[in-house]
């Protein structure tokens, strides 16, 4: 049993590195086959530079034909929505976002140039190098993508400044007085990250149905958060059959390689703390992600391939363009919870996350939350540890019975008969004992899926991003800077090991003895909050065993003068 123990603990966390080096990497991998758990229709095979691009020269109303109403605008305009939330800036230009930054979350971290924190913008700087911003429109004809996306539309309003109980409206529109007339119409509502859209765009008179862009990605990494382990986690959701499937930034294939989806609640394009989220009608909809490797010239003159990533969608009704609070996105409906990435054992990920949010209602720092919450996982597993450590200390004390029989059956491992002679007689031993011998590794099982848990939670949790404990520990969500916790945690790992009861021989326990160094290796790099759950739980496991060991000592105590009672009472009896 202690061999199957030590080896569910190596693998376990070899499991948990392995998915953590996952997140190093966020430069996109070779593409590989995407599977879809839903009907797909091929995009239509086409270069994905002449499927999308940029006009050259943007249309004017001299371009126009005689015969219609030219509605365009003489100059180029943003546009600013500000609500207590965000602030947006919209172009006229192709009536598309160019900014769009919220005000309670900052970058995480400060670059070199800017070492001042700034709001962060949820639309990437890589948008004005590439020429498409989200809200883009993509048509059959090129001609009359151009002419939508570089177009100068009519506004309703240079600004929007709209309270928490305030609505507004943004209204595009064009007209080349002939063949194309596109109208842009988007609600507002200060409370909200949300915001309704309706879109309708003519071609000869004839109502036409254009496909929506957002990209490329969402948000832009600097140098330091490329560097982190998490920040990597990017890609696009598609809610189908209920269900979140995730193509991440690696997986997407170039759009002549593409899938469409249909019959889905809604797209979006996410990382770990925000989404752009599209509710999308699940009957006429369509939307699909791709990559767009676009041709640049890199400061030592070499050209270089940098692929873009865009998501794709038709009839959107409504857009949420802001972080992934479980509270927020819960009460917006439509199931886009599901955008966050709980993982394996969700259920639990999710369950902890909203216990600790109430945690810190009474307890405003996070930290403290997380502490509370390890402590109060600890009293309720108590009477499966205590089991567990009486079951290892009478493992402890048989151990010269159980090795006489592994000599009295020594041929066991090559002989049948004797191998089932020897479990015979070793279960009888367990059973005159009161042995459960699966009872020290049940509080591991139980604990591995919370362990789980927490990490994911961890991982996704907004409401975590940028949150301080004490002293150093400025953020929770990324690695102690000066490995004070992983280190201590190695610590109260030795010291919880060695209080431990243990049936191993010397060269099992000696392997134990490393696993405090190889945790603490593995957690170096993890999130402070992980770490100090993991350090608040040894400290816990350290005070619980000084308890159970002072118990198990009085009952050996008391059982010694029971057995000294029945042995004098024989003697007189004789």
């Avoid at 955008?339 to 902890?352: K, M, R, S, W």
Wanted: with cysteine; aromatic share 12%; charged share 25%.
């Amino acid at each position: 049993m202690e061999k199957r123990l030590i080896l569910a603990i190596v693998l376990s966390f070899l499991i948990l590195f392995l998915f953590q080096l996952i997140f190093v990497k966020p430069q996109p991998a070779p593409p590989v086959p995407v599977e879809t758990g839903t009907e797909a229709a091929a995009v239509e095979s086409q270069p994905a530079g002449d499927k999308i691009k940029q006009a050259e020269k943007p249309a004017s109303s001299e371009q126009a034909a005689e015969g219609g109403e030219v509605i365009t605008s003489e100059r180029e305009q943003e546009i600013i929505i500000d609500t207590p939330l965000y602030t947006a800036i919209w172009s006229n230009r192709g009536g598309v976002i160019k900014s769009w930054k919220s005000k309670n979350h900052l970058k995480k971290i400060p670059s070199k140039k800017n070492p001042e924190r700034e709001p962060l913008d949820l639309v990437p700087e890589t948008a004005l190098a590439t020429g498409i911003f989200p809200f883009s429109l993509q048509l059959d004809d090129q001609d009359v993508t151009d002419l939508a996306n570089n177009s100068l539309y009519r506004v309703n309003t240079d600004r929007l400044e709209l309270s928490s109980d305030q609505k507004g409206q943004l209204i595009f529109e064009y007209s080349d007085g002939n063949k194309v007339k596109i109208k842009k119409q988007l609600s507002f509502d200060g409370q909200n990250f949300s915001f309704k859209t309706s879109l309708s765009v003519e071609i000869n008179g004839r109502q036409i149905e254009p496909l929506v862009l957002w990209g490329p990605g969402i948000g832009t990494l600097s140098p330091e958060e490329m560097k982190e382990k998490f920040s990597a986690n990017r890609g696009a959701v598609f809610l189908v059959n209920h269900k979140a499937q995730r193509l991440p930034e690696k997986k997407l294939k170039p759009l002549s390689e593409t899938v469409r989806y249909s019959g889905l609640g809604w797209s979006a394009y996410e990382e770990n703390y925000f989404a752009a989220i599209f509710l999308l009608d699940p009957i006429r909809s369509q939307s699909y992600a791709f990559r767009l490797d676009h041709e640049e010239t890199s400061p030592d003159g070499q050209k270089v391939v940098v692929p873009y990533f865009y998501l794709a969608f038709t009839h959107p009704t409504e857009a949420y363009i802001g972080p992934k609070e479980y509270d927020r996105l819960k009460a917006y409906g439509h199931e886009v919870k599901k955008v966050i990435n709980f993982g394996f054992f969700g259920f639990i990920a999710e369950f902890l996350l909203i216990v600790t949010k109430f945690l810190y209602k009474f307890f405003p720092n996070w930290g403290i939350a997380i502490i509370i919450m390890t402590f109060i996982i600890k009293i309720l597993l108590f009477p499966l540890t205590y089991s567990s450590t009486k079951s290892m200390a009478k493992m402890q004390e048989i151990q010269p019975k159980i090795k006489a029989l592994q000599a009295k059956y020594k041929k066991a491992k090559q002989d049948m008969e004797q191998r089932r002679q020897l479990n015979e007689e070793m279960m009888k031993l367990y059973k005159e004992h009161g042995i459960n011998p699966a009872g020290g590794c049940l509080p591991l099982l139980i604990q591995l899926p919370i362990f789980w848990g927490f990490f994911r939670m961890l991982v996704v949790a907004v409401e975590l991003r940028h949150s301080p404990f004490v002293f150093w520990i400025k953020d929770l969500s990324v690695k102690d800077p000066y490995y004070i916790t992983p280190i201590l945690m190695g610590i109260t790992q030795y010291i919880s090991q060695k209080m431990t009861p243990s049936s191993a021989d010397p060269g099992q326990q000696k392997i134990m003895l490393l696993m405090p160094f190889i945790f603490t290796i593995f957690f170096m790099n993890f999130q402070a909050g992980l770490v100090l759950y993991w350090l608040t739980s040894n400290v816990l496991q350290i005070a619980q065993q000084a308890i159970m060991n002072k118990m198990m000592a009085r009952k050996r105590e008391k059982d010694g003068k029971r057995s000294k009672k029945k042995s004098s009472k024989r003697s007189a009896t004789r």
